[in-house]
């Protein structure tokens, strides 16, 4: 961006500058700290100038918006069009419970719901297995057959409203429960808009919540993939997500490069199976953590839409600017929210909502500040998204599209975590000879990517207990605390009453009709058909969760029973 001229100007005047300003200062007082680097220990400079940026090129590295290579945004007017969806994370209890939140949500401004389920739903059991017992409705709502989803949307309109539903190992059942509601509220179903997470490929790599193995799992991922593109076209099939991988304890170029290579792996399966990426292409979307270090993570959002704008086309021959451009939602970083004087908490979720704003996210979820405690009450859910509403309505952040493009120091970062990921993608691609599917899936069974999260993990922890990361109220400015904030407690007979409408739903559905429905997915299973139809109708019949996923399981084995013997 500079000629040489320029920046031998530059150059002189930093040296110049360095002995006759800097050193004195440095020789009198010193600095905070010998070494200053980001949550993921990159380190970084004490100034950054035109020479940290000599190689870029305006229009083919940085750029404008809504336009290659996408570094400020995937729209010309980002948020000064439309804000991003305020999406917080909510589920409790029975549909009943939830409902009622989802609507309070609602009524207090937000403006996309998103659905958290509890672990039996997550695992595709039914409240009334015997290891579901004591986690019915604890950390997310209960859903065994389509009742539930009914009961869980009464009073809002399908057509009007965006939902996200962050589930894996059962998504597609929770996928056709949705379909099946919307074809109860005669909505069409090209209408419906929403996300599913769907992400199996970071579940083996970090949250760990799964049915089958691997590639039967990458199978289900793509028949929704493929049967959402030509139904439900306006649903995102797959979230494909960095923000477990973060949570898991990984750096920011890890989260970043490990699932911009899920991505991949899923484009390409796609791709074997004959379908077009410019068709289904658009349908994928993103979703990373942010964490504490500012502008780290702004440098982060900033690289994954130029790698994934570049790889799309040059990798896998998308045509459209809609197959290009990656669109993700965001969360704020879980692992940073302390039990320790939490609401200190309410600070880092600003800065790191603020950090997402400013890195272009599509949609916004910020952790309660209670959230290291217990699920969220409602008061910490109204501050939580409270904070979002700040940062759009009073804050100017929204006001300027990428305001931080053009800063040395933020783009010398978004150079920098670039080249990192794309060297792991680059280790992950040679794993697959050339297959980023069969090197993510290669990296899965080795344990490569459970290896590199768990050494940054072990890192940062060592950086902690020894004082060079701080924590503020954890290993720095500590106090006494003898108060706790009121924390949201699940009702004991939560499980009874949902255990209760499961049997109701068994007594009053036909179970000729249920067993026949359970008969075509399994004939689908074993034909190598996409297995949606049957699934929604057999969720239109009220098979349940159980039974649907028992399915899969008889077919291909349960995955824990084959790690076990392994």
């Not at 790698?307 to 021959?317: A, L």
């Not at 006494?480 to 007979?493: A, F, G, H, I, W």
Request: negative net charge; glycine residues 6%; hydrophobic residues 35%.
């Amino acid at each position: 961006m500079f000629d040489e001229d320029e920046l031998d100007k530059i150059r002189e005047s930093a040296a110049e500058w360095e002995t006759e300003r800097r050193d004195p200062v440095l020789d009198a007082y010193g600095e905070r700290q010998d070494r200053f680097a980001t949550v993921s220990n990159l380190e970084v400079d004490r100034l950054y100038t035109p020479d940290d940026v000599e190689d870029m090129d305006f229009e083919e590295d940085i750029g404008f918006p809504g336009e290659p290579p996408y570094t400020r945004g995937v729209y010309p007017t980002m948020h000064r069009g439309r804000t991003w969806t305020m999406r917080q994370f909510a589920g409790f209890g029975t549909a009943e419970e939830t409902n009622e939140r989802f609507h309070y949500l609602i009524d207090e401004g937000q403006t996309g719901l998103s659905t958290a389920f509890d672990m039996p739903t997550l695992m595709g059991i039914d409240s009334d297995h015997k290891m579901s017992r004591g986690e019915v409705g604890k950390e997310g709502v209960a859903v065994d057959t389509l009742r539930d989803m009914e009961i869980l949307f009464d009073g809002i309109d399908l057509g009007e409203v965006s939902t996200s539903f962050t589930i894996n190992p059962s998504a597609a059942v929770i996928y056709a429960m949705y379909i099946a509601l919307a074809d109860q509220q005669d909505v069409p179903r090209e209408e419906i808009r929403g996300t599913l997470q769907n992400d199996m490929l970071k579940e083996f790599i970090a949250q760990k919540e799964w049915v089958v193995p691997p590639e039967p799992s990458l199978r289900v991922v793509t028949d929704i993939i493929e049967f959402s593109a030509e139904n439900t076209p306006k649903f995102k099939p797959v979230s494909i997500s960095g923000y477990h991988i973060r949570e898991a304890g990984s750096t920011a170029v890890e989260e970043l490069a490990f699932t911009l290579a899920d991505g991949m792996a899923y484009v390409e399966d796609c791709l074997d199976r004959g379908m077009d990426i410019d068709e289904f292409g658009p349908t994928l979307s993103f979703f990373f953590n942010s964490h504490n270090s500012f502008f780290e993570e702004i440098a982060k959002f900033r690289a994954a839409r130029r790698i994934w704008g570049r790889v799309t086309e040059e990798w896998y021959d998308a045509e459209t600017e809609a197959a290009r451009k990656l669109k993700f939602h965001t969360q704020t970083a879980g692992q940073s929210l302390t039990a320790q004087q939490p609401l200190n908490n309410i600070s880092r979720v600003t800065i790191q909502a603020l950090a997402a704003v400013l890195g272009g996210t599509q949609s916004l979820h910020t952790n309660s500040y209670d959230e290291a405690l217990a699920l969220p009450s409602e008061e910490a859910v109204r501050v939580a998204l409270r904070t979002q509403q700040i940062i759009a309505e009073e804050s100017g952040a929204a006001d300027i599209v990428d305001p931080l493009g053009g800063s040395f120091a933020v783009e010398s970062l978004t150079n920098e975590v670039e080249e990192e990921a794309m060297e792991y993608i680059e280790e992950i691609k040679e794993m697959g000879d050339g297959s980023m599917k069969d090197g993510v899936l290669r990296g899965i069974q080795d344990g490569y990517f459970q290896r590199e999260i768990q050494e940054s993990a072990y890192e940062y922890q060592e950086r902690v207990e020894r004082g060079e990361e701080t924590v503020v109220g954890v290993n720095k400015y500590e106090i006494e605390e003898d108060t706790e904030p009121e924390l949201l407690q699940v009702d004991k007979e939560t499980e009874r009453r949902q255990k209760d409408r499961l049997a109701q739903v068994k007594d009053e559905r036909d179970e000729e009709v249920v067993e026949a429905t359970l008969d075509e997915l399994d004939d689908a299973i074993r034909n190598g058909d996409n297995v949606v139809p049957p699934i929604i109708d057999a969720v239109k019949a009220y098979a349940t969760m159980g039974e649907i996923m028992g399915v899969f399981e008889d077919q291909y084995g349960s995955y824990q029973e084959t790690l076990s013997v392994a």
